[in-house]
């Protein structure tokens, strides 16, 4: 079994973590957020993070961001002294240029081309872009001829971060310190060791490197980290 307790690292969705264990491990300046994560060799992770919020008394409505975009919503804990959640929803559908092609479908859209703008209602977006023009004309616009799109607003249910939306009842208002702790697919670890034998078969060199990759959706900051092998129960 492998277990190593690493210092504070950022961890980023590009990032690859590279860690000699033959060197002494240190220790970075913690974020105002206390975040540490815990990654099973088995592409799986559970965070943990501390953050002091603001509440209001009574029922209300909360927008919880910056989570994994993998994350499992049922696992999600959380607490906070005097406060209950009441009903929690989770928006991961990030806007992108598919994601509002695809709510827009059957309502009315701006396309810009070179010469000329199209309105009408967005029809399909399968081999091209097709939209009825309000005349009842309907065309074919290769999507490399369209230089912009124009939608009314940002449709509902697409959210520029992961977010965790909550209905939930606070017994007081002002800072509360709070903790987050949810499991997450996408992240993962392995490691590799070199050993070195001397000229005379009477010494041993072992080193060993732990590679460790972040495809959660979620950068952590300054997180402290612990890897962990074996299976998970």
């Not at 860690?19 to 105002?32: F, G, H, R, T």
């Not at 208002?173 to 499991?183: C, D, H, K, M, N």
């Amino acid at each position: 079994m492998f277990n190593h307790t690493c210092g504070e690292y950022t961890m980023s969705r590009t990032l690859i973590v590279v860690l000699s264990l033959l060197m002494a491990i240190p220790v970075l300046a913690q974020d105002p957020s206390d975040v540490s994560v815990t990654v099973y060799n088995q592409g799986l992770g559970l965070v943990r993070e501390v953050r002091s919020l603001d509440f209001e008394r009574g029922i209300q409505d909360y927008a919880y961001d910056g989570v994994a975009s993998k994350m499992i919503p049922t696992s999600v804990r959380f607490n906070a002294r005097g406060i209950d959640i009441l009903e929690q929803n989770f928006e991961y559908d990030l806007v992108n240029r598919e994601a509002l092609m695809q709510k827009y479908l059957g309502q009315k859209i701006d396309i810009f081309l070179e010469d000329e703008v199209i309105t009408g209602t967005l029809l399909s977006t399968v081999g091209g872009i097709m939209i009825q023009e309000d005349s009842g004309n309907v065309r074919l616009v290769q999507a490399d001829a369209a230089q912009t799109f124009r939608y009314p607003e940002l449709p509902e249910g697409l959210t520029i971060r992961p977010t965790l939306r909550w209905k939930l009842n606070s017994e007081r208002s002002g800072t509360v310190e709070t903790e987050l702790a949810y499991l997450t697919h996408g992240l993962d670890w392995e490691a590799n060791y070199i050993a070195v034998v001397g000229a005379d078969d009477d010494e041993l060199e072992l080193s060993g490197w732990v590679q460790m990759t972040n495809e959660s959706g979620a950068d952590y900051h300054n997180a402290r980290l612990k890897l962990m092998a074996g299976d998970v129960q």
